[in-house]
């Protein structure tokens, strides 16, 4: 291997390196007991694998004034993301194929319109969002909390699917049209079987930025439905005689857990939807 190679793979590996520390020291914490921790150093193995810590954040740790752990958090947060992905991702879909397919007077102006929402700050929305979520009864609701995710993530997930299908060639619509499909049928029939890669692409995106949601999840939720997210900063502040950072290594590993799981196993597909097209246009 030539030289200057060899200090470019050094430099990348150094670096990733640099960048998985953190994740080492939370894995290696989260394995040891409390005596273990205030004994050892920062960066040293455990001796004994201790799932004490896990169980402890999972089902008895206190967030706050409750001492159920994170599993009631991390539930809300499943029940919260599915429908919320689901949903902003159809819906997407639907204004992508309008938007190249069935073209209308002020679509390219509806869209440059709609991207604004992707630019927008999320702190913006707050106090109209609260206004809209009373007055249709939804404040404190988690349907409310799954509606303003769709509506925050419509904006991406309408720019993805659109960019994609520009790649389609019109005239796969004309034909489609002679043989009697409407807008329905090459829709469902012809558009979404070639969704694929951007499906991949899209639901990867909005199940991060949905699961990893602070501050709609602070704002929006109730005392019954707040996500892992809140859960976890709950945990993290409650104060205690005895400040055991291992529950708090495990538990914010437990929060991390379904998105490092949604990349390991999806991570090669959602750049293979971003190579087939969708950042064109």
Same mark, same amino acid.
């Given at each position: ?25 939370? %894995? ?34 206190? =967030? ?114 002679? #043989? ?10 012809? %558009? ?9 692409? =899209?639901?990867?995106?909005?199940? =991060? ?38 529950? #708090? ?33």
């Amino acid at each position: 291997m030539k030289p200057h190679r060899l200090i470019l793979w050094g430099a990348l590996l150094l670096l990733a390196l640099f960048f998985l520390l953190p994740l080492y020291v939370m %894995l290696a914490t989260a394995f040891k007991s409390m005596d273990e921790v205030r004994a050892g150093g920062l960066l040293s193995l455990p001796q004994t694998l201790d799932f004490g810590a896990w169980a402890k954040a999972w089902g008895t740790a206190c =967030t706050g004034m409750q001492c159920g752990g994170l599993k009631p958090y991390f539930w809300n947060s499943v029940a919260m993301v599915v429908p919320a992905v689901a949903i902003s991702t159809a819906l997407g879909a639907l204004n992508g194929y309008v938007l190249t397919q069935w073209r209308f007077r002020g679509s390219e102006l509806l869209f440059a319109l709609l991207l604004f929402g992707v630019f927008m700050p999320m702190q913006v929305v707050l106090l109209p969002m609260s206004q809209v979520l009373g007055w249709f009864g939804l404040a404190d609701h988690l349907g409310g909390l799954v509606l303003v995710h769709v509506l925050a993530g419509l904006p991406s997930t309408t720019l993805f699917f659109r960019n994609y299908y520009l790649g389609v060639p019109g005239e796969l619509l004309k034909a489609a049209q002679l #043989d009697g499909a409407g807008f329905w049928t090459f829709f469902w029939r012809v %558009l979404l079987p070639l969704s694929g890669p951007i499906a991949v692409v =899209t639901v990867i995106w909005q199940f =991060t930025a949905i699961w990893n949601d602070f501050l709609y999840g602070a704002v929006f939720s109730g005392f019954d439905n707040k996500p892992i997210t809140v859960g976890l900063n709950n945990l993290a502040n409650t104060s205690s005689s005895v400040k055991e950072y291992n529950v #708090d290594m495990a538990g914010a590993l437990i929060a991390a857990l379904p998105t490092l799981a949604v990349y390991v196993l999806a991570g090669k597909y959602f750049v293979r939807g971003l190579t087939a097209g969708a950042v064109k246009g």
